[in-house]
Nanobody, 116 residues
Framework: QGQPVESGGGLVHTGGSLRLSCEPSTSPNNIVSMTWHRQAPGKQRELVATITKSGETTYADSGKGRFTISRNNAENTLYLQMNNLKPDDTAVYYC??????????WGRGTQVTVSS
């Protein structure tokens, strides 16, 4: 078991879309929930969306209606589909994994930049 690995960040124009991926680096049976967070320059890290083992999802107000968190259990991968991106969405996006056994794990993040 290791550190989650995020991918899929990049540079897009306002209104564009990106899909972030996260490999949790632990067995699906060991996952209680997974969360996307983000941290913009000069700001505190904030929660974006969470999905539980049972598939329940919650979203921060900033992403409701634009972001969709999902999980492919067969591929053991977490996703964040982001549509209608805005410059305020520019941040480093992190994946965290709450485990049944072991400490919560955080990835190193992937940069998302939205140009106006």
């Amino acid at each position: 078991q290791g550190q989650p690995v995020e991918s899929g960040g990049g540079l897009v124009h306002t209104g564009g879309s990106l899909r972030l991926s996260c490999e949790p680096s632990t067995s699906p049976n060991n996952i209680v929930s997974m969360t996307w967070h983000r941290q913009a320059p000069g700001k505190q890290r904030e929660l974006v969306a969470t999905i539980t083992k049972s598939g329940e999802t919650t979203y921060a107000d900033s992403g409701k209606g634009r972001f969709t968190i999902s999980r492919n259990n067969a591929e053991n991968t977490l996703y964040l589909q982001m549509n209608n991106l805005k410059p305020d969405d520019t941040a480093v996006y992190y994946c965290s994994v709450n485990k049944l056994l072991g400490r919560p794990a955080w990835g190193r993040g992937t940069q998302v930049t939205v140009s106006s």
